[in-house]
Protein backbone atom coordinates (compact mmCIF):
# COMPACT_ATOMS: atom_id res chain seq x y z
CA UNK A 1 0.00 0.00 0.00
CA UNK A 2 2.96 2.35 -0.21
CA UNK A 3 1.53 3.69 -3.19
CA UNK A 4 -1.03 5.53 -1.65
CA UNK A 5 0.91 8.07 0.76
CA UNK A 6 0.94 10.72 -1.82
CA UNK A 7 -2.64 10.77 -2.09
CA UNK A 8 -3.34 10.60 1.37
CA UNK A 9 -0.71 13.07 2.55
CA UNK A 10 -1.83 15.42 -0.55
CA UNK A 11 -5.66 15.26 1.26
CA UNK A 12 -4.83 15.86 4.34
CA UNK A 13 -2.28 18.13 4.21
CA UNK A 14 -3.53 20.20 1.64
CA UNK A 15 -5.10 23.01 3.97
CA UNK A 16 -2.41 23.00 5.84
CA UNK A 17 -0.55 24.43 2.77
CA UNK A 18 -2.47 27.24 2.47
CA UNK A 19 -2.07 28.16 6.08
CA UNK A 20 1.88 28.39 5.96
CA UNK A 21 1.37 30.75 3.20
CA UNK A 22 -0.96 32.97 5.00
CA UNK A 23 1.65 32.76 8.34
CA UNK A 24 4.02 33.85 5.73
CA UNK A 25 2.42 36.69 4.31
CA UNK A 26 1.22 37.71 7.87
CA UNK A 27 5.11 37.77 9.06
CA UNK A 28 5.84 40.02 6.49
CA UNK A 29 3.33 41.95 7.27
CA UNK A 30 4.04 42.08 10.80
CA UNK A 31 1.02 40.49 11.76
CA UNK A 32 0.45 37.48 13.87
CA UNK A 33 -1.74 35.98 11.21
CA UNK A 34 -4.45 33.52 11.44
CA UNK A 35 -3.87 30.17 12.97
CA UNK A 36 -2.19 27.63 10.65
CA UNK A 37 -5.25 25.24 10.87
CA UNK A 38 -7.73 28.16 10.20
CA UNK A 39 -8.95 26.21 6.87
CA UNK A 40 -9.36 23.14 8.76
CA UNK A 41 -12.01 25.19 10.86
CA UNK A 42 -13.34 26.66 8.23
CA UNK A 43 -14.20 23.72 6.17
CA UNK A 44 -16.21 22.49 9.18
CA UNK A 45 -17.57 25.54 10.28
CA UNK A 46 -18.98 25.09 6.28
CA UNK A 47 -19.84 21.59 5.97
CA UNK A 48 -22.45 22.26 8.85
CA UNK A 49 -24.25 25.37 7.18
CA UNK A 50 -27.14 25.08 4.80
CA UNK A 51 -27.06 25.97 0.95
CA UNK A 52 -29.02 28.61 -0.43
CA UNK A 53 -29.75 28.05 -4.60
CA UNK A 54 -30.56 30.93 -6.40
CA UNK A 55 -34.04 30.29 -8.54
CA UNK A 56 -32.33 30.98 -12.32
CA UNK A 57 -29.83 28.21 -11.25
CA UNK A 58 -30.05 25.04 -12.94
CA UNK A 59 -27.99 21.35 -11.78
CA UNK A 60 -25.23 22.96 -13.45
CA UNK A 61 -24.61 24.99 -10.57
CA UNK A 62 -24.95 22.80 -7.98
CA UNK A 63 -22.54 20.11 -10.36
CA UNK A 64 -20.22 23.00 -10.27
CA UNK A 65 -18.25 22.71 -6.63
CA UNK A 66 -19.10 18.64 -7.05
CA UNK A 67 -17.00 18.01 -10.25
CA UNK A 68 -14.02 20.55 -9.77
CA UNK A 69 -13.57 18.71 -6.13
CA UNK A 70 -13.40 15.01 -7.82
CA UNK A 71 -11.34 16.44 -10.70
CA UNK A 72 -8.84 17.53 -8.42
CA UNK A 73 -8.95 14.50 -5.89
CA UNK A 74 -8.30 12.49 -9.50
CA UNK A 75 -5.71 14.52 -10.55
CA UNK A 76 -4.15 14.43 -7.41
CA UNK A 77 -4.05 10.55 -7.41
CA UNK A 78 -1.98 11.05 -10.35
CA UNK A 79 0.21 13.16 -9.01
CA UNK A 80 3.51 11.07 -7.06
CA UNK A 81 5.69 13.00 -4.21
CA UNK A 82 9.27 12.84 -4.83
CA UNK A 83 10.32 9.06 -5.46
CA UNK A 84 7.21 7.88 -3.82
CA UNK A 85 4.71 6.39 -6.83
CA UNK A 86 1.02 7.50 -7.07
CA UNK A 87 -1.54 5.05 -6.83
CA UNK A 88 -2.72 5.33 -10.46
CA UNK A 89 -0.03 5.30 -13.18
CA UNK A 90 0.07 5.14 -16.75
CA UNK A 91 1.61 5.95 -19.50
CA UNK A 92 0.73 9.63 -20.36
CA UNK A 93 -1.10 10.23 -17.17
CA UNK A 94 0.44 13.34 -17.44
CA UNK A 95 -1.58 14.73 -20.03
CA UNK A 96 -4.87 13.11 -18.99
CA UNK A 97 -3.89 15.05 -14.97
CA UNK A 98 -3.88 18.46 -16.95
CA UNK A 99 -7.01 17.52 -18.26
CA UNK A 100 -8.41 16.83 -15.55
CA UNK A 101 -7.79 20.10 -13.53
CA UNK A 102 -9.33 22.04 -17.03
CA UNK A 103 -12.46 19.72 -16.83
CA UNK A 104 -12.88 20.71 -13.34
CA UNK A 105 -12.32 24.76 -14.21
CA UNK A 106 -14.18 23.96 -16.94
CA UNK A 107 -17.44 23.54 -14.62
CA UNK A 108 -16.28 26.12 -12.44
CA UNK A 109 -16.44 28.54 -15.29
CA UNK A 110 -19.88 26.93 -16.26
CA UNK A 111 -21.13 27.37 -12.61
CA UNK A 112 -20.39 30.59 -12.11
CA UNK A 113 -21.80 32.02 -15.73
CA UNK A 114 -24.70 29.67 -15.01
CA UNK A 115 -25.49 32.24 -11.76
CA UNK A 116 -26.57 34.78 -14.33
CA UNK A 117 -24.81 37.26 -12.98
CA UNK A 118 -22.75 39.44 -15.49
CA UNK A 119 -20.29 39.73 -12.70
CA UNK A 120 -19.33 35.94 -12.36
CA UNK A 121 -19.75 35.93 -16.16
CA UNK A 122 -16.31 38.41 -16.28
CA UNK A 123 -14.76 36.20 -13.94
CA UNK A 124 -15.19 33.24 -15.88
CA UNK A 125 -14.51 34.85 -19.26
CA UNK A 126 -11.12 35.82 -17.31
CA UNK A 127 -10.28 32.60 -15.79
CA UNK A 128 -10.58 31.20 -19.02
CA UNK A 129 -8.40 32.87 -21.00
CA UNK A 130 -5.89 32.82 -18.69
CA UNK A 131 -6.01 28.73 -17.89
CA UNK A 132 -5.80 28.68 -21.78
CA UNK A 133 -2.74 30.69 -21.80
CA UNK A 134 -1.07 28.94 -18.86
CA UNK A 135 -2.04 25.54 -20.18
CA UNK A 136 0.50 25.64 -23.33
CA UNK A 137 3.40 26.56 -20.32
CA UNK A 138 2.57 23.34 -18.09
CA UNK A 139 2.34 21.34 -21.01
CA UNK A 140 5.30 22.05 -22.69
CA UNK A 141 7.56 21.63 -19.56
CA UNK A 142 6.09 17.63 -18.52
CA UNK A 143 6.63 17.65 -22.49
CA UNK A 144 10.63 18.54 -22.04
CA UNK A 145 10.85 16.65 -18.87
CA UNK A 146 9.12 13.38 -20.69
CA UNK A 147 11.81 14.14 -22.96
CA UNK A 148 14.86 14.48 -20.93
CA UNK A 149 13.58 11.35 -18.77
CA UNK A 150 12.10 8.68 -21.31
CA UNK A 151 9.53 8.31 -19.02
CA UNK A 152 5.87 9.00 -19.97
CA UNK A 153 4.18 8.50 -16.40
CA UNK A 154 3.82 10.95 -14.10
CA UNK A 155 5.40 9.04 -11.26
CA UNK A 156 8.23 7.01 -13.76
CA UNK A 157 9.20 10.25 -14.57
CA UNK A 158 9.47 11.67 -10.88
CA UNK A 159 11.26 8.46 -9.82
CA UNK A 160 13.51 8.39 -12.34
CA UNK A 161 14.83 11.99 -12.09
CA UNK A 162 17.77 12.07 -10.49
CA UNK A 163 20.90 14.46 -9.21
CA UNK A 164 22.88 13.10 -12.67
CA UNK A 165 19.60 14.78 -14.71
CA UNK A 166 20.80 18.41 -12.91
CA UNK A 167 24.31 17.72 -13.80
CA UNK A 168 23.94 16.74 -17.60
CA UNK A 169 20.94 19.87 -18.52
CA UNK A 170 20.57 21.56 -15.38
CA UNK A 171 19.79 24.95 -17.31
CA UNK A 172 16.80 23.08 -18.99
CA UNK A 173 15.47 21.88 -15.48
CA UNK A 174 16.44 25.69 -14.31
CA UNK A 175 13.98 26.86 -17.10
CA UNK A 176 11.89 24.39 -16.14
CA UNK A 177 11.43 24.72 -12.58
CA UNK A 178 10.65 28.64 -13.47
CA UNK A 179 7.54 27.88 -15.82
CA UNK A 180 6.41 25.50 -13.75
CA UNK A 181 6.06 27.80 -11.07
CA UNK A 182 4.39 30.34 -13.20
CA UNK A 183 2.28 28.20 -13.96
CA UNK A 184 1.79 27.13 -10.37
CA UNK A 185 0.78 30.93 -9.42
CA UNK A 186 -1.49 31.37 -12.56
CA UNK A 187 -3.68 28.36 -12.16
CA UNK A 188 -3.90 28.86 -8.38
CA UNK A 189 -4.78 32.36 -8.01
CA UNK A 190 -1.71 33.36 -6.37
CA UNK A 191 -0.62 37.01 -6.40
CA UNK A 192 1.50 38.32 -9.63
CA UNK A 193 -1.95 36.89 -11.69
CA UNK A 194 -5.05 37.43 -9.13
CA UNK A 195 -4.88 38.48 -5.20
CA UNK A 196 -6.72 35.58 -3.31
CA UNK A 197 -7.88 38.13 -0.75
CA UNK A 198 -9.02 41.03 -2.98
CA UNK A 199 -12.84 41.55 -3.51
CA UNK A 200 -12.66 44.58 -5.59
CA UNK A 201 -14.40 43.49 -8.86
CA UNK A 202 -12.78 44.73 -11.43
CA UNK A 203 -9.15 42.96 -10.37
CA UNK A 204 -10.18 39.40 -9.11
CA UNK A 205 -10.66 36.83 -11.28
CA UNK A 206 -11.14 33.72 -9.41
CA UNK A 207 -12.75 34.51 -6.11
CA UNK A 208 -15.26 36.39 -8.55
CA UNK A 209 -16.41 32.91 -9.88
CA UNK A 210 -17.50 31.34 -6.64
CA UNK A 211 -19.17 34.73 -4.60
CA UNK A 212 -22.30 32.83 -5.07
CA UNK A 213 -21.60 29.76 -3.68
CA UNK A 214 -22.03 28.85 -0.16
CA UNK A 215 -22.34 26.63 2.90
CA UNK A 216 -20.90 23.02 1.68
CA UNK A 217 -20.67 24.16 -1.88
CA UNK A 218 -18.11 26.87 -0.95
CA UNK A 219 -16.52 24.21 1.21
CA UNK A 220 -16.25 21.97 -1.33
CA UNK A 221 -14.59 24.72 -3.75
CA UNK A 222 -12.25 25.80 -0.75
CA UNK A 223 -10.73 22.37 -0.05
CA UNK A 224 -11.08 21.86 -4.06
CA UNK A 225 -8.36 24.84 -4.55
CA UNK A 226 -5.71 23.58 -1.66
CA UNK A 227 -5.58 20.01 -3.70
CA UNK A 228 -5.08 22.23 -6.42
CA UNK A 229 -2.11 23.97 -5.07
CA UNK A 230 -0.74 20.99 -3.54
CA UNK A 231 -0.56 19.26 -7.12
CA UNK A 232 0.93 21.78 -7.99
CA UNK A 233 3.45 22.55 -5.05
CA UNK A 234 4.45 18.62 -5.28
CA UNK A 235 5.25 18.73 -9.08
CA UNK A 236 7.33 21.61 -8.83
CA UNK A 237 9.28 19.79 -5.43
CA UNK A 238 9.44 16.61 -7.10
CA UNK A 239 11.22 18.25 -10.03
CA UNK A 240 13.31 20.35 -7.79
CA UNK A 241 14.29 17.97 -5.25
CA UNK A 242 16.05 14.74 -7.09
CA UNK A 243 16.28 12.75 -3.90
CA UNK A 244 18.55 9.17 -4.05
CA UNK A 245 16.58 6.55 -3.12
CA UNK A 246 15.93 5.95 0.76
CA UNK A 247 13.09 4.46 3.15
CA UNK A 248 9.20 5.78 2.44
CA UNK A 249 8.61 7.34 5.59
CA UNK A 250 12.14 9.34 4.99
CA UNK A 251 11.10 10.62 1.45
CA UNK A 252 7.79 11.05 2.82
CA UNK A 253 9.27 14.13 5.37
CA UNK A 254 11.05 15.59 2.37
CA UNK A 255 8.40 15.46 0.34
CA UNK A 256 6.21 17.28 3.00
CA UNK A 257 8.93 19.49 4.14
CA UNK A 258 9.45 20.68 0.51
CA UNK A 259 5.98 20.80 -0.21
CA UNK A 260 5.53 23.72 2.53
CA UNK A 261 8.97 25.39 1.81
CA UNK A 262 6.84 26.09 -1.61
CA UNK A 263 4.23 27.16 0.39
CA UNK A 264 6.83 30.01 2.33
CA UNK A 265 8.22 30.08 -1.15
CA UNK A 266 4.75 31.26 -2.83
CA UNK A 267 4.12 33.61 0.65
CA UNK A 268 7.42 35.49 0.15
CA UNK A 269 6.75 36.06 -3.26
CA UNK A 270 3.50 37.64 -2.37
CA UNK A 271 4.42 39.99 0.10
CA UNK A 272 7.34 41.23 -1.76
CA UNK A 273 5.58 41.50 -5.01
CA UNK A 274 2.45 43.80 -6.37
CA UNK A 275 -0.49 42.37 -8.54
CA UNK A 276 0.47 42.45 -12.22
CA UNK A 277 -2.07 44.80 -14.04
CA UNK A 278 -4.69 42.03 -15.87
CA UNK A 279 -3.11 43.36 -19.56
CA UNK A 280 0.12 42.43 -18.51
CA UNK A 281 -0.68 38.79 -17.16
CA UNK A 282 -0.93 37.51 -20.53
CA UNK A 283 2.58 38.51 -21.00
CA UNK A 284 3.31 36.47 -17.61
CA UNK A 285 2.40 33.33 -19.08
CA UNK A 286 3.48 33.63 -22.15
CA UNK A 287 6.84 34.49 -20.73
CA UNK A 288 6.16 31.05 -18.82
CA UNK A 289 5.45 29.16 -22.15
CA UNK A 290 8.75 31.19 -23.94
CA UNK A 291 10.94 29.57 -21.27
CA UNK A 292 9.43 26.01 -21.36
CA UNK A 293 9.58 26.23 -24.91
CA UNK A 294 13.47 27.25 -24.68
CA UNK A 295 13.82 24.25 -22.34
CA UNK A 296 12.16 22.20 -24.84
CA UNK A 297 14.48 23.13 -27.91
CA UNK A 298 17.73 22.79 -25.45
CA UNK A 299 16.81 18.92 -24.36
CA UNK A 300 15.49 18.25 -28.07
CA UNK A 301 18.82 19.53 -29.66
CA UNK A 302 21.12 18.68 -26.88
CA UNK A 303 24.48 16.93 -28.37
CA UNK B 1 29.42 23.98 -17.89
CA UNK B 2 29.97 27.44 -17.01
CA UNK B 3 30.06 28.19 -20.75
CA UNK B 4 26.63 26.85 -21.08
CA UNK B 5 25.06 28.36 -18.23
CA UNK B 6 26.40 31.73 -19.56
CA UNK B 7 25.16 31.01 -23.21
CA UNK B 8 21.82 29.96 -22.20
CA UNK B 9 21.82 33.34 -20.45
CA UNK B 10 22.72 34.98 -23.40
CA UNK B 11 19.67 33.51 -25.24
CA UNK B 12 17.67 34.40 -22.68
CA UNK B 13 18.98 38.09 -22.76
CA UNK B 14 17.22 37.88 -26.75
CA UNK B 15 13.87 37.04 -25.61
CA UNK B 16 13.81 39.71 -23.13
CA UNK B 17 14.74 42.39 -25.37
CA UNK B 18 11.92 41.14 -27.45
CA UNK B 19 9.75 41.50 -25.08
CA UNK B 20 10.24 44.92 -23.44
CA UNK B 21 8.80 48.11 -24.06
CA UNK B 22 10.93 50.29 -21.77
CA UNK B 23 14.12 51.68 -23.30
CA UNK B 24 16.03 51.51 -19.91
CA UNK B 25 15.60 48.14 -19.43
CA UNK B 26 16.08 47.30 -22.98
CA UNK B 27 19.75 49.38 -22.30
CA UNK B 28 20.66 47.61 -19.01
CA UNK B 29 19.67 43.89 -20.41
CA UNK B 30 22.12 44.83 -23.67
CA UNK B 31 24.70 45.63 -21.22
CA UNK B 32 24.17 42.73 -19.40
CA UNK B 33 24.55 40.22 -22.62
CA UNK B 34 27.32 42.65 -23.67
CA UNK B 35 29.65 41.58 -20.18
CA UNK B 36 28.42 38.07 -20.35
CA UNK B 37 29.51 37.40 -23.93
CA UNK B 38 32.79 39.14 -23.21
CA UNK B 39 33.17 36.64 -20.70
CA UNK B 40 33.48 33.70 -23.67
CA UNK B 41 37.08 34.27 -25.10
CA UNK B 42 38.18 33.87 -21.64
CA UNK B 43 36.58 29.98 -21.70
CA UNK B 44 37.33 29.47 -25.15
CA UNK B 45 41.07 29.45 -25.81
CA UNK B 46 43.56 28.17 -24.36
CA UNK B 47 46.22 30.35 -23.03
CA UNK B 48 43.26 32.66 -21.71
CA UNK B 49 45.52 35.04 -19.83
CA UNK B 50 47.87 36.57 -22.97
CA UNK B 51 47.55 40.08 -23.19
CA UNK B 52 45.69 39.76 -26.61
CA UNK B 53 42.36 38.00 -24.84
CA UNK B 54 42.86 39.54 -21.62
CA UNK B 55 42.58 42.70 -23.67
CA UNK B 56 39.38 41.76 -26.41
CA UNK B 57 37.70 40.74 -23.23
CA UNK B 58 38.15 43.78 -21.04
CA UNK B 59 37.84 46.05 -24.30
CA UNK B 60 34.87 44.49 -25.34
CA UNK B 61 33.04 44.46 -20.97
CA UNK B 62 34.15 48.27 -20.68
CA UNK B 63 32.88 49.04 -24.26
CA UNK B 64 28.83 47.32 -24.22
CA UNK B 65 28.77 46.98 -20.93
CA UNK B 66 29.75 50.51 -19.45
CA UNK B 67 30.60 53.08 -22.74
CA UNK B 68 27.32 52.41 -24.31
CA UNK B 69 24.56 52.13 -21.64
CA UNK B 70 26.05 55.49 -20.38
CA UNK B 71 25.93 57.19 -24.14
CA UNK B 72 22.58 55.75 -24.43
CA UNK B 73 20.90 56.52 -21.27
CA UNK B 74 22.10 60.21 -22.22
CA UNK B 75 20.61 59.79 -25.25
CA UNK B 76 17.66 58.69 -23.37
CA UNK B 77 17.54 61.92 -21.24
CA UNK B 78 18.15 64.32 -23.71
CA UNK B 79 15.29 63.24 -26.16
CA UNK B 80 12.64 63.01 -22.72
CA UNK B 81 11.27 59.41 -24.14
CA UNK B 82 11.42 56.28 -21.79
CA UNK B 83 9.05 53.74 -23.34
CA UNK B 84 8.49 52.39 -26.97
CA UNK B 85 4.49 53.11 -27.65
CA UNK B 86 3.51 51.82 -31.03
CA UNK B 87 6.28 49.27 -32.25
CA UNK B 88 5.34 47.98 -35.89
CA UNK B 89 5.45 44.56 -34.72
CA UNK B 90 3.58 43.97 -30.66
CA UNK B 91 5.32 42.38 -27.97
CA UNK B 92 3.76 39.37 -27.87
CA UNK B 93 4.31 38.60 -31.27
CA UNK B 94 7.85 39.50 -30.96
CA UNK B 95 8.40 36.78 -28.43
CA UNK B 96 6.67 34.10 -30.28
CA UNK B 97 8.99 35.43 -33.35
CA UNK B 98 11.74 35.29 -31.24
CA UNK B 99 10.98 31.75 -29.80
CA UNK B 100 10.84 30.29 -33.90
CA UNK B 101 14.07 32.04 -34.58
CA UNK B 102 15.50 30.02 -31.73
CA UNK B 103 14.14 26.88 -32.66
CA UNK B 104 14.77 27.69 -36.02
CA UNK B 105 18.31 28.40 -35.18
CA UNK B 106 18.71 25.24 -33.49
CA UNK B 107 18.14 22.94 -36.49
CA UNK B 108 20.42 25.04 -38.57
CA UNK B 109 23.49 24.72 -35.80
CA UNK B 110 23.03 21.15 -35.98
CA UNK B 111 23.03 20.97 -39.81
CA UNK B 112 25.61 23.13 -40.25
CA UNK B 113 28.86 21.81 -41.34
CA UNK B 114 31.81 23.33 -39.24
CA UNK B 115 35.39 23.11 -39.80
CA UNK B 116 36.33 22.54 -36.40
CA UNK B 117 34.00 21.27 -33.20
CA UNK B 118 33.27 24.15 -31.55
CA UNK B 119 33.95 24.93 -27.57
CA UNK B 120 30.45 24.57 -26.86
CA UNK B 121 27.15 22.66 -28.47
CA UNK B 122 25.16 26.47 -27.73
CA UNK B 123 27.67 28.30 -29.29
CA UNK B 124 26.33 28.60 -32.82
CA UNK B 125 22.25 28.48 -32.12
CA UNK B 126 22.77 31.16 -29.38
CA UNK B 127 25.30 33.13 -31.81
CA UNK B 128 22.93 32.51 -34.73
CA UNK B 129 19.07 33.82 -32.73
CA UNK B 130 21.26 37.02 -31.57
CA UNK B 131 21.92 37.87 -34.97
CA UNK B 132 18.20 37.15 -35.87
CA UNK B 133 16.29 38.99 -32.58
CA UNK B 134 19.04 42.20 -33.42
CA UNK B 135 18.14 41.85 -37.39
CA UNK B 136 14.04 41.57 -35.89
CA UNK B 137 14.78 44.94 -33.34
CA UNK B 138 16.03 47.11 -36.29
CA UNK B 139 13.03 46.09 -38.21
CA UNK B 140 9.91 45.72 -35.67
CA UNK B 141 10.68 48.83 -33.35
CA UNK B 142 10.38 52.45 -34.24
CA UNK B 143 12.36 54.46 -31.29
CA UNK B 144 15.92 54.78 -32.30
CA UNK B 145 17.50 53.84 -29.93
CA UNK B 146 15.88 50.46 -29.89
CA UNK B 147 17.28 49.96 -33.38
CA UNK B 148 20.46 51.43 -32.38
CA UNK B 149 20.39 48.33 -29.25
CA UNK B 150 19.23 46.10 -32.38
CA UNK B 151 22.42 46.50 -33.76
CA UNK B 152 24.61 45.75 -30.86
CA UNK B 153 22.95 42.79 -30.24
CA UNK B 154 23.23 42.00 -34.01
CA UNK B 155 26.87 42.80 -33.36
CA UNK B 156 26.98 40.47 -30.16
CA UNK B 157 25.68 37.55 -31.64
CA UNK B 158 28.89 37.52 -34.38
CA UNK B 159 31.06 38.08 -31.32
CA UNK B 160 29.64 34.95 -29.82
CA UNK B 161 30.30 33.14 -32.81
CA UNK B 162 34.00 34.68 -33.07
CA UNK B 163 34.70 33.59 -29.68
CA UNK B 164 33.88 30.19 -30.09
CA UNK B 165 35.99 29.38 -33.46
CA UNK B 166 39.01 31.57 -31.87
CA UNK B 167 42.15 32.21 -33.95
CA UNK B 168 44.89 34.57 -33.86
CA UNK B 169 43.05 35.94 -36.97
CA UNK B 170 39.32 36.21 -35.49
CA UNK B 171 41.13 37.92 -32.98
CA UNK B 172 41.88 40.60 -35.49
CA UNK B 173 38.91 40.95 -36.97
CA UNK B 174 36.96 41.26 -33.73
CA UNK B 175 38.93 44.21 -32.77
CA UNK B 176 38.23 45.82 -35.89
CA UNK B 177 34.32 45.25 -35.47
CA UNK B 178 34.31 46.39 -32.25
CA UNK B 179 35.82 49.24 -33.19
CA UNK B 180 32.88 50.41 -35.49
CA UNK B 181 30.53 48.97 -33.81
CA UNK B 182 31.82 51.48 -31.08
CA UNK B 183 32.01 54.15 -33.84
CA UNK B 184 28.71 53.36 -35.05
CA UNK B 185 26.81 53.76 -32.15
CA UNK B 186 29.06 56.73 -31.31
CA UNK B 187 27.12 58.23 -34.59
CA UNK B 188 24.19 57.23 -34.05
CA UNK B 189 24.43 58.50 -30.18
CA UNK B 190 24.21 62.36 -31.74
CA UNK B 191 22.01 61.51 -34.58
CA UNK B 192 19.56 60.79 -31.98
CA UNK B 193 19.78 63.54 -29.84
CA UNK B 194 19.90 66.24 -33.14
CA UNK B 195 16.58 64.47 -34.46
CA UNK B 196 14.66 64.84 -31.16
CA UNK B 197 15.84 68.26 -30.87
CA UNK B 198 15.21 69.14 -34.88
CA UNK B 199 11.67 67.41 -34.51
CA UNK B 200 10.24 66.34 -30.75
CA UNK B 201 10.25 63.16 -31.80
CA UNK B 202 12.87 60.02 -32.75
CA UNK B 203 10.31 58.17 -34.38
CA UNK B 204 12.09 56.57 -37.55
CA UNK B 205 8.55 55.60 -39.34
CA UNK B 206 8.00 59.54 -39.89
CA UNK B 207 11.80 60.63 -40.98
CA UNK B 208 10.63 59.68 -44.78
CA UNK B 209 7.93 62.48 -44.35
CA UNK B 210 10.61 65.10 -44.37
CA UNK B 211 10.99 67.43 -47.54
CA UNK B 212 13.07 70.41 -47.55
Known amino acids: MTSFVPLVLGLT ?22 PLLQLYYDLWKLLRKGAVYSQTTTWIFRAGPIVGLACAVAALALMPLLRTPAPVSFAGDFILAVYLLGLGRFFTVLAALDTGSSFEGMGASREAHFAALAEPALLLALVTLVLMVGEKSLSGLMGNLDALHWLNSGPALVLILAALFMVLLAENARIPVDDPNTHLELTMIHEVMVLDHGGPDFALIQYGAALKLWFFASLVVSVALPLPEMPLALLAVAGVAGVMLVGVGVGILESTMARLRLLTVPYFLLGATVLAAVALLLTAFRA | MLMDFILILVLL ?168 VFVAVFLMGIMVFHISREFDHMDTDRLSNLKD
Open chain 1, 13 to 34: LAPLLMGVINRTKAFFAGRQGQ
Open chain 2, 13 to 180: THLRLLASSRLGACIRITALQGILLSLLPLLTTEHAWSARVLGLALGSALLKGVLFPKLLFRTLREAEVSREVEPYVGYGTSLMFGVLAVGASFWIARHLPLPAPLASQFLAPVAMSGMWCGLFLIIARKRAVNQVLGFIVLENGIFTFGAGVMGELSLLIEMGVLLD
